[in-house]
């Protein structure tokens, strides 16, 4: 495992890594810890696709399942992709596809297990991450980027204690350590 490093730092890394041939990234941690804006600068920097589980996570309690549907559909190795979650009306969307043969770097609370670990493997190397960032400033984030997660703050973070509490998840054994904030 490497690090603790700050994000601008970890971009780099992820970019050696993609550029050394791995095919998915995976980043987990809490709600508001930065994974989102580490995935968008990786994937800014590397020109390679991000997934995001907050884009099909099925509705407020949906964290396992999201976290299932990283195995079984984003990194399926025939016909990749994942139906999107319709927020505003509490439903279904579309189905995206995803190509196979693409570089992935898929972000969100629960993409880090593993089944998710051995799925991405079966699609070549594999490159973890865990961001980490105090709770009062991860809430902070949180509620300043969607306002409307106030009132769901408190159920969807009794569904991370139960990600993290699960003794088969990955999150002390991954790659790199990220320290945001």
């Not at 399942?65 to 927020?87: I, N």
């Not at 509490?90 to 609370?109: K, N, S």
């Not at 009062?136 to 009794?158: I, M, N």
Request: aromatic share 8%.
């Amino acid at each position: 495992m490497e690090g603790p490093v700050r994000p601008d730092a970890a971009v780099g890394i992820l970019a050696d890594a993609c550029a050394s041939g791995v095919r998915t990234v995976l980043i987990g941690g809490r709600s508001g810890s930065g994974k989102t804006t580490l995935a968008r600068m990786a994937g800014s920097r590397t020109g390679h696709r991000v997934v995001h589980l907050d884009d099909f996570y099925p509705g407020w309690g949906g964290l396992a399942e999201g976290s299932m549907m990283v195995a079984r559909d984003v990194l399926a190795p025939e016909r990749p992709g994942f139906t999107r979650w319709d927020w505003g009306n509490d439903r279904p969307g579309e189905w995206v596809a995803l190509d196979p043969r693409e570089v992935l770097i898929v972000e969100g609370v629960g993409s880090l297990t593993p089944a998710n670990l051995r799925a991405a493997r079966r699609r070549g190397r594999c490159f973890t991450v865990r961001v980490e960032l105090d709770g009062t400033e991860r809430r902070k984030r949180a509620l300043a980027r969607d306002p409307g997660f106030a009132e769901w703050w408190g159920y969807w973070a009794e569904q991370e204690e139960r990600h993290a509490a699960d003794p088969g998840n990955v999150l002390g054994t991954v790659d790199l350590t990220v320290l945001s904030g």
